[in-house]
């Protein structure tokens, strides 16, 4: 049972994301989804990297997830995601387009709640 007091970590965030060459062509975003590569072999990747590629085990995530569950910032885990995209070991993608309500719809529902 631990105390109201949370566990300090051994290594600062930012070291998590040290040493990682990210490319200007990959673009991560807080709702870029995150595949593992197929037939990626997680040797030699940093204690980060290997987390983040157990956490993606169970299938995709997006970014902010990835940084929820690893209690990482989102810019580092943006960073981790950026640089192991570009060696190959994950596969990013958009998501799909959301459908947006239209806007007639959403006026006439702001002018009734106006009249309230």
Sequence with gaps: MTSGRQRRRVVP???AAAKLAVPEHIHVERTTLVFVA????ANG???PGSHLLALLEDGPLSVYECAAHLGLPYCV???LVAGLAA???LVTRDPPP???PD?????LVLSGLRAL
């Design 77 to 79: 885990v943006r960073l």
């Design 45 to 47: 990747l940093n204690p």
């Design 103 to 107: 806007i007639e719809i959403l006026e």
């Design 98 to 100: 959301a459908d947006l």
């Design 13 to 15: 965030d930012y070291m």
């Design 38 to 41: 197929p037939a990626v072999v």
């Design 87 to 89: 060696t190959g070991t």
